[in-house]
């Protein structure tokens, strides 16, 4: 097996500690046959597959923006506001209607469904690990969780709230004005509502899967059809082509031959190669959010997986990326259990008290 150092977007390892390790881990890796992308589990040994990986071990502290700070106060506001249905026009829907904590922040639909039961034309994305992505919506149209929150609510087919008439109607509730005061030392208004959500949303964390335990040390804590799908993941499969460290995204945009009229990405930026263009998504607990692709279309991993073997072009506007891979159909399933390897426990929520 040919083995090159690990490249990361861009990022060569370099130092003389991380050269003389990898050296050491060829040495001991050709001592053994080579295994997984050869149609066998992987003869890799663990410690070489820590190295490859190592930039993914740890996503780092929530980023955090300088003009809305995290206290308990606001992520408790946030919190309660996430599940009141008085920020849609009607009452009738809240945040957690769509990204319900029991289907892991998703509702489990090929598309999202708003107020009166319109339907949207893009699947509901979770917002788990949603602090990191660097921007926001699944064609980047938005930089910070703070605007972000506030989108949903405005939209005609998502809440149709007019954010002047949700803070008359938060006014009138004594405890939401105490709340405000105690969180921001100020009145109820539309950015501190969208402060409040985006500080409850960076609590909204997965870090805890058996891909972390086992990049901590335990060896135990994956499969050894898991580990061949991790060392697919990077190679034959070409995984991290897009889904980089730390947190199994790049941040870019790409046209998968998803069949359908949405631009994507165009519509934001008006550039003819990015139609039909959208985010790549972070991929802890990728195994409890089906459907998948931003249009809901694949209802399975075990789909995702054939779509991206087949890469059937079906426009022009396809990535150069998007090729073949030729896999076996134990490669696939190898694939298929490293991604359930990126799903953790649940993250519970208890819905609040609402004033």
């Known amino acids: 097996m040919k083995y090159t150092v690990p490249i990361i977007k861009g990022t060569l390892m370099t130092t003389g500690v991380a050269l003389l390790l990898f050296f050491l881990f060829i040495s001991s890796s050709l001592a053994a046959p080579a295994g997984g992308t050869q149609g066998q589990p992987t003869s890799t040994p663990e410690a070489y597959l820590r190295f490859e990986y190592q930039f993914f ?18 992520v408790e506001l946030g919190k309660k506001l996430y599940f009141d249905r008085r920020l849609s026009a009607n009452n009738t829907i809240s945040c957690a209607t769509c990204h319900d904590p029991q289907k892991a922040f998703t509702d489990g639909k090929r598309v999202a469904e708003g107020i009166n039961g319109q339907k949207g034309v893009r699947n509901t994305p979770s917002i788990i690990n949603a602090a990191y992505y660097k921007e926001l919506m699944q064609d980047g149209s938005v930089f910070s969780l703070e605007e972000q929150a506030l989108k949903p609510i405005q939209n005609p087919i998502e809440m149709k709230q007019d954010l002047k008439e949700l803070v008359a109607e938060l006014k009138a509730v004594p405890e939401y004005v105490q709340a405000f005061q105690d969180a921001f030392g100020e009145e109820i208004t539309p950015q501190n509502i969208g402060k409040a959500l985006a500080s409850f949303e960076r609590t909204i964390l997965q870090k805890d899967t058996p891909f972390d335990r086992f990049m ?115 490669e696939k399933a190898a694939l298929v259990a490293f991604l359930n390897a990126l799903s953790g426990p649940d993250i519970v929520v208890e819905p609040p008290q609402i004033p």
């Not at 071990?57 to 606001?74: I, L, Q, Y």
């Open 57 to 74: 071990a740890d996503m780092g502290p929530v980023p955090v923006p300088v003009m809305n700070e995290m206290t308990p106060e606001k």
């Open 216 to 330: 901590a040390g335990d060896d135990n804590a994956m499969t050894q059809q898991q580990k061949w799908g991790m060392e697919l993941f990077a190679r034959k499969g070409r995984c991290t082509t897009c889904h980089t460290a730390p947190a199994f995204t790049d941040h870019g945009y790409d046209n998968l031959s998803v069949e359908g009229d949405d631009l994507g990405r165009f519509a934001v930026t008006g550039i003819a190669s990015e139609r039909g263009a959208f985010r790549t998504p972070q991929l802890r607990d990728v195994a409890k959010t089906a459907p998948y692709m931003h249009d809901g279309s694949q209802a399975t991993l075990e789909e995702v997986i054939d779509h991206y073997d087949k890469a059937i072009h079906t426009n022009m506007f396809v990535s150069e990326d998007f090729v073949p891979l030729h896999l076996t159909g134990e």
